[in-house]
């Protein structure tokens, strides 16, 4: 999985209660050393870009208000205008293969199946492994946490 644009949810895949999920801040840091590109997506409208870039700085993801797609922002069907957002998006120059990286089969995963995009089911929020049997979709690929994530991501011998 070389390469790609990435977009994360935020609530359980990049902060859980108050708190950043362990490795979150490490994996992002890495995609931007190598630049690759994401954005975080939140379905929360009562927040703006910026507070909810705010809150990721103090929980010490990098991330600037650019980076965060609210869903006031995203009119088009959820992840459909983050993927545009993205295509076009600075610094993206062609058509990158867009990875979501959630927690939640029922949201990320099934917006990502509906609009024909990889993903990535990590377990650190909302939804179990044993969930996925009786979802109507299934993720691409199925991650315990970060530490695993970054083993799909970067696979080979010297973690590249
Ligand atoms: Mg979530």
Redo the contacts with the bound molecule.
């Keep these: 999985m070389a390469s790609r644009a990435f977009i994360f949810?935020?609530?359980?895949?990049v902060y859980r209660g108050g708190a950043a999920i362990p490795g979150a801040s490490r994996f992002l840091n890495r995609l931007i050393r190598d630049g690759v590109p994401f954005v975080f997506v939140t379905n929360r409208a009562n927040r703006t870009s910026a507070e909810v870039a705010d809150q990721l700085i103090k929980l010490g993801i990098p991330c600037t208000e650019h980076m965060v797609l609210t869903s006031a922002q995203a009119t088009a069907a959820y992840l459909g205008g983050v993927k545009a957002y993205l295509i076009g998006g600075k610094g993206v120059e062609q058509a990158l293969a867009s990875v979501v990286v959630?927690?939640?089969l029922m949201?990320?995963i099934l917006a990502a199946h509906n609009a024909q995009m990889s993903s990535v089911l990590i377990l650190t929020?909302?939804s179990k492994r044993e969930d996925i049997a009786s979802a109507p979709c299934s993720p691409t690929w199925i991650v315990e946490d970060y530490s695993e994530l970054e083993t799909v991501v970067y696979p080979g011998p010297n973690g590249r």
């Excluded at 949810?9 to 895949?13: A, K, R």
């Design positions: 949810d935020l609530d359980g895949t959630g927690d939640f949201t990320d929020g909302v």
